[in-house]
Each structure stands twice: as structure tokens, then as C-alpha cells.
């Protein structure tokens, strides 16, 4: 994973589940594709590339990029 130019790019590889057929099963159809992935998001312009967190668990990648500072919002007392 890397972030350039508020670009957010995901690459990897995905490998077969069964390493060896097996000569007695006969595949029909296979659900999930093997093989090398790439993903490119475009960040808004409020994200922070420096608060940028990645979780992998349980086959499931789980991203959360921050906000900058200067675009949240703030409350202005009034005098």
C-alpha cells in the first residue's frame, strides 16, 4: 500500500486455495480469481497522508485515513 500525489494504491497477490489438484475432482467453476490486484483511489483533499492506518484480520482489510486540521470543522465563540 501506498499513498503519492492523493493517490491511495492497493496492490497484492492472491494465490489458488488448493496448491495441488487433486485427479479425482473435476472444476467446474471457481468463484474467486488468482493472481496479482491493483486498486488506485483518489483521496479527497482533507485527507491527511500522514494519518493513514491499514488493518488486515480475518481476510478483511479495514483502511482509515484522517482528516488535515485545518479542514475540520471548529466552533467560533461569538463576543
Known amino acids: 500500500m501506498s499513498i503519492?500525489?492523493?493517490?491511495?494504491?492497493?496492490?497484492?497477490?492472491?494465490?489458488?486455495?488448493?496448491?495441488?489438484?487433486?485427479?479425482?475432482?473435476?472444476?467446474?467453476?471457481q468463484e474467486r480469481f488468482t493472481g496479482t490486484f491493483r486498486r488506485v483511489v483518489e483521496l479527497p483533499q482533507s485527507a491527511d497522508p500522514d494519518k493513514v492506518q491499514a488493518r488486515y484480520a480475518n481476510g478483511c482489510l479495514s483502511i482509515s485515513v484522517g482528516k488535515r486540521e485545518a479542514s475540520k470543522p471548529r466552533a467560533i465563540t461569538v463576543q
Open 4 to 29: 503519492d500525489k492523493g493517490l491511495l494504491t492497493i496492490s497484492g497477490e492472491r494465490e489458488a486455495a488448493q496448491a495441488e489438484p487433486d485427479p479425482e475432482v473435476r472444476l467446474y467453476a
